[in-house]
């Protein structure tokens, strides 16, 4: 909703920001098309590898 004397380029921003955050945009596109259970693992374990080598690079 825009709040009274709230700028069109604001309320776009905080609407562009909770819809990014509900995550709707993520979800349609894992479900547009079908993965199969290994690569769906794959990149799971990828995903996690990559997680942890940045933790530990941002921890020294």
Not at 25 to 32: G, P
């Amino acid at each position: 909703m825009v709040q009274e004397n709230e700028p069109i380029d604001r309320a776009l921003r905080r609407f562009k920001k909770k819809y990014e955050r509900s995550g709707i945009l993520k979800e349609f596109k894992k479900r547009t098309y079908f993965t199969k259970p290994s690569v769906r693992k794959r990149m799971k374990r990828v995903k996690a590898i990559r997680r942890n080598q940045k933790l530990a690079s941002e921890l020294g």
